[in-house]
């Protein structure tokens, strides 16, 4: 089981759950026709294509910064909360299956490493993007793993600084850093593909006195 996480702070900890939540009430909006977005993540609803309209205007700033022939790529924003139990819950089976040792708590951490606790998850709130970065074509560049390849999955190299990344793939993990940490979002680190703005972990990183996203619907 590929688990070290170092000093990083995982969404389940207990500080980013105490960050208060003060709601700006801001609605949710459809990225399409405003940035690029891919369609793999797809729900019914299109709740994947819409985030809470602060953190779309940071990330049309963020892809006026990119370098030419870099441009975002959407694949998940908004997801429900049924489907986040659900993703969570999934993910925590396969882990007790895989590694039977572990004791709830150690289950439960090494869960949130990849997917959110629904009580504290940015996604429901419309607060988390994860993307990544495609040419004027649309063809993705080499990030070094797949969106949602889980530390199982890539031996660790989901990990935004793993130590062992190819130097393409760290580059272009800085280029997209490079353009959205100006505008405000930060990165989960153990997914590279994860940012968000005005959520509890973006409160807690950022050292704001509360959250400015909870869990919403459309």
């Known amino acids: 089981m590929w688990h ?3 000093d990083i702070v995982l969404i389940s ?7 208060p939540l003060e709601d700006s009430g801001e609605p949710l909006v459809d990225v399409r026709g ?6 793999r993540m797809a729900d019914p609803e299109g709740a994947y294509a819409h985030l809470r309209q602060g953190v779309v205007d940071r990330l049309e700033r963020a892809e006026r910064i990119l370098p030419d022939g870099y441009h975002l790529l959407i694949v998940e924003g908004h997801r429900t909360i049924a489907s986040q139990r659900q993703i969570f819950d999934g993910y925590r089976a396969e882990l007790a299956e895989r590694f039977p ?6 289950l439960r951490s090494a869960t949130s490493r990849y997917v959110s606790p629904v009580e504290v998850a940015p996604h429901t709130a419309g607060a988390a993007v994860d993307l990544t970065l495609c040419d004027p074509d649309g063809a993705e560049y080499d990030m070094g793993t797949a969106i949602n390849d889980t530390p199982e999955q890539s031996g660790g190299l989901c990990y935004t600084a793993a130590p062992d990344l190819p130097e393409a793939a760290r580059r272009h993990r800085k280029i997209l850093a490079g353009a959205l940490e100006p505008v405000g979002l930060v990165n989960y680190a153990t997914e590279w593909w994860h940012w968000s703005y ?15 996203y909870g869990p919403t619907s459309l």
Do not use: C, N, S
Not at 13 to 19: H, K, Q
Not at 101 to 106: S, V
Not at 199 to 210: L, N
């Open 101 to 106: 040792g572990l004791t709830p708590d150690e």
């Open 34 to 39: 405003r940035l690029r977005v891919d369609e």
């Open 13 to 19: 900890d207990p500080r980013v759950a105490a960050i």
């Open 198 to 212: 005005g959520d509890r972990y973006w409160a807690f990183t950022t050292g704001a006195r509360h959250a400015l």
């Open 4 to 6: 070290p996480t170092g």
